[in-house]
């Protein structure tokens, strides 16, 4: 399985971004998918995870309100909307899947698939 993330750039404080993750499955219909990031000198961090249906969602603290996790599965394509960014959400943003949940997970371990990640800088 490959993810593909892009959709990544520099954007001013207060913009927004739309990150993009395609998967090269055609049953992507079945992989739970989630968006992580990772800033300079810091860990990698859950962002946002979406079930398989779309029926369970969760998010970091940090991120609720601003930004929004959904899914195409005709397209076999996540989506990661950013809006109100801040400078402290710079970081390399990688989407992940792993199949058969219906669970939005949280944590990193659960997934077994990764992108490469994008990268987002917000100038203050």
């Known amino acids: 399985v490959q993810l593909q993330a892009s959709g990544g750039g520099l954007v001013q404080a207060g913009g927004s971004l739309r990150l993009s993750c395609v998967v090269s499955?055609?049953?992507?219909?079945?992989?739970?998918t989630g968006w992580f990031r990772r800033a300079p000198g810091k860990e990698r961090e859950f962002v946002a995870a979406?079930?398989?249906?779309?029926?369970?969602?969760n998010y970091a603290d940090s991120v609720k309100g601003r930004f929004t996790i959904s899914r195409d599965n005709a397209q076999n394509t996540g989506y990661l909307q950013m809006n109100s960014l801040r400078p402290d959400d710079t970081a390399t943003y990688y989407c992940?899947?792993?199949?058969?949940?219906?669970?939005?997970?949280?944590?990193?371990?659960?997934?077994?698939?990764w992108g490469r990640g994008t990268l987002v800088t917000v100038s203050s």
């Open positions: 499955r055609r049953t992507f219909s079945t992989y739970a």
């Open positions: 992940a899947a792993t199949q058969g949940s219906s669970y939005a997970y949280t944590s990193s371990l659960q997934y077994a698939y």
């Open positions: 979406i079930s398989w249906s779309g029926g369970r969602i």
